[in-house]
């Protein structure tokens, strides 16, 4: 038996060192093994909680601020935003600011829509559950909804102040750009008598410059040209008469109507004179007498054919009608006179030689005929 303890004490000698480096090795390793991982777990879940925590102190921060600026009343809000657009807009941009606030209150589909844009969930979670978690859910979720669209009405009124300032912009560039536009005045159109008159205006320069062939050109070409062309027609016959173009004159005369104005029926006269047919000069002028006071020359070559053709009697009583219209013209005088004498009356007719030699406005033709008269009538009355 002591043999047999002492090889088992050997046996267990010569193995003690190897067991004692394996059980070492064992505890050792055991150490590393299970000490390491207990640590960083601690380490990890440390980290996290702390993590956690700044993230739900930056929550709550987020959240006291969103209620402090969400926290006035739609009231308050909408009392602002009017005073904005009052500034800004006349009535007509405050109605429709007000519409575009009410229609988005009422809808609060458009309100979620912005909120899901406004606020992330993450804000959002944690506040509508402590809101829910609370005594009075209905309240708290009433704040929620009417908060949140104090964001939608800003946005939106800021959207309409914004569009409203630009156009009022706009308008004062464009009332800017008008009243610093140059004003351009349109040449006012040339009536058709405005220039039938400057065409005989500027004939009658020309001819009275010597002209002629270029005044009857321009003149032609204006009547075959214009429909309004009486004072054009009316030059263009008394100077065809003056340089006794009687063929022309009477052309001119068959496509004009002689009864528009005194002038016409005179020059028509005139041709028929020239043209020898005395009576229907006479009828010419006789047919529409004009009143004496505005066409006096008239009546003066009414007068003047009476007496050239035989009818002195009619030829005294105009030329007493003209003396009494004006009695300072000596050419009518002498015409009253010559009348008279021709009718025989020599003494009416001797008074009126004299009135006309006082006036100095005779021809001296005209003034040496008469001296011959008046000798003649003194004779004859002597006897």
């Keep these: 038996m002591s043999v047999i303890n002492d090889m088992l004490r050997d046996l267990e000698q010569r193995k003690a060192p190897d067991r004692r480096e394996l059980d070492t090795a064992s505890v050792n390793g ?24 700044s993230v739900g102190g930056g929550v709550l921060l987020l959240r006291d601020n969103a209620i402090t600026i969400t926290s006035v009343s739609n009231q308050a809000l909408l009392t ?12 007509a941009n405050q109605s429709v600011v007000n519409e575009s ?26 506040k ?19 908060a949140q669209p104090s964001y939608v009405v800003e946005e939106k009124s800021s959207k309409t102040m914004s569009a409203s300032i630009a156009k009022s912009t706009q308008q004062a560039t464009k009332s800017e750009v008008l009243s610093t536009k140059p004003v351009v005045r ?22 009275k410059a010597g002209e002629s062939r270029k005044a009857y050109r321009l003149l032609y070409d204006f009547l075959a040209s214009h429909t309004i062309d009486q ?50 000069a006479l009828y010419t002028l006789r047919e529409r007498l004009p009143e004496l006071h505005s066409y006096p020359e008239y009546y003066a070559l009414l007068a003047a054919y009476y007496q050239r053709f035989g009818f002195s009697a009619k030829a005294a009583e105009t030329y007493a009608s003209l003396l ?60």
């Design 30 to 53: 055991s150490l590393i093994e299970v000490k390491s991982p207990v640590v960083k777990k601690h380490l990890i879940s440390l980290i996290v909680l702390l993590l956690t925590v």
């Design 80 to 91: 602002k935003v009017e005073s904005a657009a009052t500034k800004i807009e006349p009535a």
């Design 101 to 126: 606030i009410e229609a988005q209150v009422v809808k609060p589909e458009v309100v979620v829509k912005v909120l899901e844009k406004k606020i992330e969930p993450a804000t959002l979670q944690p």
């Design 128 to 146: 509508t559950k402590a809101l829910v978690s609370g005594d009075k859910p209905a309240i708290a979720k009433t704040q929620v909804t009417t």
């Design 186 to 207: 349109r040449k006012s159109e040339v009536s058709p008598q405005k220039r039938d008159q400057n065409m005989a205006n500027l004939s009658r320069k020309l001819f």
């Design 231 to 280: 004072e054009s027609r009316t030059v263009l016959i008394r100077y065809l008469l003056q340089d006794e173009r009687i063929a022309e004159a009477g052309d001119v005369l068959v496509t004009t109507q002689v009864d528009q104005t005194p002038e016409l029926r005179q020059l028509k006269a005139r041709w028929y004179v020239a043209q020898g047919e005395h009576n229907l």
């Design 324 to 383: 009494e219209y004006d009695n300072e013209s000596a050419n009518w005088w002498a015409g009253l006179a010559i009348a008279l004498d021709s009718s025989k009356k020599y003494k009416d007719a001797v008074n009126a030689y004299k009135q006309a030699l006082e006036i100095p406005d005779l021809s001296p033709e005209l003034i040496e005929y008469i001296e011959n008269r008046l000798s003649l009538l003194t004779v004859a009355a002597s006897r």
